[in-house]
């Protein structure tokens, strides 16, 4: 597995191994110690998730303020517009956004540690993303930073109006939300 190191250091492209021939291909999807030797930190995966989602759908800006989650992130169909935005004040890069397309021909995967807001905007017609977490979802604790706050510089491509759940319309913005120490 190779790391690629993104504008926010701590946040990692992975690219896995893919063994491929006439039959089609196979990957490992995740491996503790070749996980741990690429991304140089030591985690326990608790929980998987799946969405599916169609063109325009934005989730996110998601976080859990207690019980924060790292992510291992990849998409198995489709494309999408990846956003992670580090939410820890003591951090160099508070504040900051940093975007990346995932798609499932790449085959890439996207390392976000805990302390930072996570969102998408799927690209293709259908999309599925697949991620596993660090810790459980708590909703007591779920947050939602504003997904077009203009403090933090997104430029999501967007032809028009995106398809938002509820809770993501009425997200926080950066100066009001709850951060991480």
Known sequence: M????????????????VFGDARGFFLETYNKRVFREAAGVEVDFVQDNHSSSRRGVLRGLHYQIKHAQGKLVRVIAGEVFDVAVDLRR????FGKAVTFNLDSESRRMAWIPSGFAHGFLVLSEHAEVLYKTTDYY????????????ASLGIRWPLPGEPVLAQRDRLGAPLKSAETYA
């Open 2 to 17: 190779k790391a690629i190191h993104t504008e926010i250091p701590d946040v990692l492209l992975l690219e896995p191994k």
């Open 90 to 93: 003591s951090s160099a890069t």
């Open 138 to 149: 708590a909703p007591q604790h779920e947050r939602t930073l504003l997904w077009n706050d």
